[in-house]
């Protein structure tokens, strides 16, 4: 059997490299390389933990772990906590049960020993599904329809946030339909929110479906982001469920070095559980994004705990601060904005009006200012690719607690968009 299955994996190596950057490679070379590049990714493991969900989670001494073969970061001292409290707010209790609500499904199997960070393990099939071996893990840059600012703007749409222009075509992304809340006009030096958690449909094989919260740094045609919230993407993972990720500036997770984690629980890319029903209870997680105002680093928070951070020399132009944040979901595919329209769900399926308990939500959309307090930003605009496929509202007046953002929708469900 196993004689069967490496036969099939050479197979399937041949094809991927006739097509891809290695096209010149011999079989052997190619697995080679692809060996190589997997001693990379995965570090030997402390403790290596089973999950139901076929998973494997590498417990890693923490000095050990792969952003420390990132070349910038080859003298960097390892911060176990940022230099201040980050800001955070008492989550909401959502389920009587008391926490926690949303686990990591690799957690109901084991636990990483003290100095060890959880890691998901990359295999020889995540490798063999990318385009290339360059494309593991990446995703397409984003291109906005004004990355060439001299291309005449007369159809350009404008948002005023304050007396801030945004030109809609800068949240306008090249194969991507968006619906999300933006913020502009200050300096922001870091963004919450609690993403409700469902698990959309994905329909073409390269296609992703997120919700999420972006924080973006440098002029339009420029861009440097940090990103975190959950995504089903089986192209990366392998399956259609519902995991955590992570975003920066060219790849998701750790499939580039870069990120470095510090605490033992949370995995980048681990399923999350339970997902929400409609009508039924709702599940949700908590991201958060800080600037280390001292050091410069980027941290992550995720239920509100402390999982690691992206360190500023990673950076240049989020060295100081995001100029733009955004909270929402995006469909990255081919098949976006034509006809026939990609059937990938954005959120739970149903449109935003669908509201509470059926549409998915972020509520309490923070921001983080010079002032280092957490706020509701002072001017939000709403924002949406395609109203007709994935829609958006901010309902500022029905909820006690303030403003709950919906977005979402499913293509087909309505004769605008098939
Ligand atoms: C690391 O430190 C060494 C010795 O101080 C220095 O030569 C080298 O340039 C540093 N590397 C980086 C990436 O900062
Ligand atoms: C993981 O834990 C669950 C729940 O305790 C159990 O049913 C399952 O058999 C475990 N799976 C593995 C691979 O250990
Ligand atoms: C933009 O609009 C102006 C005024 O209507 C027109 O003169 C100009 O040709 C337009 N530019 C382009 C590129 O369409
Ligand atoms: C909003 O815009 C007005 C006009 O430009 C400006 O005076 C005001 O300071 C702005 N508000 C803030 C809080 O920046
Ligand atoms: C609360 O959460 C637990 C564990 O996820 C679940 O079994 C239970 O059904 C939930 N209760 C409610 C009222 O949502
Ligand atoms: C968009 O998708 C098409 C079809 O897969 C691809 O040819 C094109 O390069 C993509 N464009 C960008 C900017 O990613």
């Known amino acids: 059997m196993e004689k069967i299955i490496s036969m099939i994996l050479l197979a399937m190596v041949v094809f991927v490299l006739n097509d891809g950057v290695y096209g010149t490679a011999n079989d052997r070379e190619t697995l080679s390389e692809i060996d190589r590049r997997l001693k990379l990714l995965n ?24 952003a420390f073969d ?47 960070v959880p890691i998901r393990r990359i295999r020889k099939q995540d490798l063999l599904r990318a385009a290339s071996l360059e494309h593991f893990g990446r995703k397409t840059p984003e291109i906005s329809y004004t990355a060439n600012r001299k291309e005449a703007t007369n159809n350009s749409k404008f948002i005023n946030i304050n007396n801030t222009k945004l030109d809609t075509r800068d949240l306008s992304m090249v194969n991507r339909s968006a619906a999300v809340l933006v913020t502009v006009g200050y300096n922001y030096l870091g963004a919450q929110g609690d993403i409700n958690v469902w698990n959309p449909n994905v329909d073409l094989e390269d296609d992703y479906t997120t919700a999420q919260i972006w924080l973006k740094g440098g002029p339009g045609d420029r861009l440097e982001s940090v990103e975190s919230g959950w995504m089903v993407n089986p192209k990366l993972y392998g399956d259609k469920r519902t995991r955590f990720f992570t975003y920066w500036t060219g790849c998701f997770d750790l499939t580039c070095t870069g990120f470095v984690q510090t ?34 680093n980027w941290w992550l928070q995720y239920n509100n705990k402390v ?33 026939p329209h990609t059937k990938t769900a954005m959120g739970s399926g149903e449109m935003a009006n669908a509201l509470l308990g059926n549409a998915c939500f972020i509520k309490n959309v923070r921001i983080i200012d010079n002032s280092l307090q957490l706020k509701y930003p002072e001017w939000v605009a709403t924002w949406g690719d395609e109203y007709y496929c994935y829609n958006v509202f901010n309902d500022v007046k029905d909820y006690r607690d303030g403003p709950i953002f919906f977005f979402g929708g499913q293509p087909g469900s309505n004769l605008y968009c098939l």
């Open 307 to 339: 999982v690691g951070y992206w360190p500023a020399n990673l950076f240049s132009l989020l060295k100081h601060n995001a100029i733009l944040v955004e909270w929402g979901g995006q469909v990255f595919s081919p098949s976006v904005k034509k006809t």
């Open 70 to 116: 990132h070349p910038a970061l080859r003298n960097h001292t390892l911060q176990l906590r940022p230099s201040i409290d980050l800001p955070t707010e008492k989550m909401d209790k959502i389920n009587e049960s008391g926490w926690p609500v949303v686990i990591q499904t690799w957690q109901k199997n084991g636990t990483c020993p003290k100095g060890t």
């Open 263 to 296: 605490d033992s629980k949370v995995a980048l890319g681990a399923s999350i559980d339970p997902i929400s029903s409609r009508g039924g209870p709702q599940y949700q997680i908590t991201i958060g994004i800080t600037l280390d105002p001292n050091l410069g």
């Open 43 to 66: 570090k030997p493991a402390v403790k290596s933990i089973k999950s139901e969900d076929g998973d494997i989670i590498d417990c890693v001494d923490i000095y050990k772990q792969p």
